[in-house]
């Protein structure tokens, strides 16, 4: 049975049955507030391309480019993370974006695994999480596809561009998800990167 958790909260990831998780899938989703045009002649709003990234961390810090994985560069170098594709809008049911974790195959000097999103331009295109509803994250078992927990964010996000929404640690031998939500004024993938290094 899926956990719903707050923020703040931290759970351990184990299988149903209780044995030890292989392989993870963490999946994030939005959905876009119906933005009002602004007169007639008015431009339709642009879509907002929220960017899901997975910072691999070693010592709790972010230590090479290499180790983010996002929408550039969609496998880590020991193929341990995957990130399934950008999705430009945010349309749709279920998650707008995937991210798959082979627990095994990650090397042990990463310590922790955070998942975050950002609006893509969001400052050039005066856009923030205030125009995003149903933002979440979740974990599954990915060889079984069972939901393990899920946080949704609820809070009211105006003004801010970025989100720090989790992360995936190790922590006596076991990997562990705390829910973070917080949110940053960052722009980019790589200004949300500097707070990691």
């Not at 349309?91 to 995937?98: H, I, K, L, N, S």
């Not at 992360?167 to 076991?174: F, G, P, S, T």
Request: aromatic fraction near 10%; hydrophobic fraction near 35%.
């Amino acid at each position: 049975m899926s956990v719903n958790l707050k923020k703040g909260q931290k759970v351990e990831l184990r299988k149903e049955t209780g044995g030890s998780l292989h392989k993870i899938m963490v999946g994030l989703g939005w959905d876009e507030v119906e933005q009002k045009k602004k007169g007639f002649f008015a431009p339709k709003p642009q879509d907002i391309d929220c960017d899901a990234s997975a910072f691999l961390c070693a010592g709790g810090r972010l230590m090479d480019v290499s180790d983010v994985v996002y929408f550039n560069n969609l496998v880590h170098t020991s193929q341990a993370v995957r990130h399934m594709g950008d999705n430009l809008t945010g349309a749709g049911e279920g998650d707008d974006e995937q991210i798959f974790v082979d627990l095994d195959a990650l090397p042990s000097q990463y310590d922790k695994v955070v998942f975050v999103v950002n609006i893509y331009q969001a400052m050039q295109r005066n856009q923030h999480f205030g125009l995003i509803r149903n933002a979440f994250i979740r974990i599954c078992d990915a060889e079984t596809n069972k939901e393990l927990c899920k946080y949704n964010l609820s809070e009211n996000y105006d003004n801010m561009t970025a989100m720090v929404f989790g992360e995936l640690y190790r922590y006596n031998q076991a990997w562990k998800f705390n829910a973070i939500g917080q949110p940053t004024q960052d722009n980019s993938v790589g200004d949300l990167a500097k707070r990691f290094t």
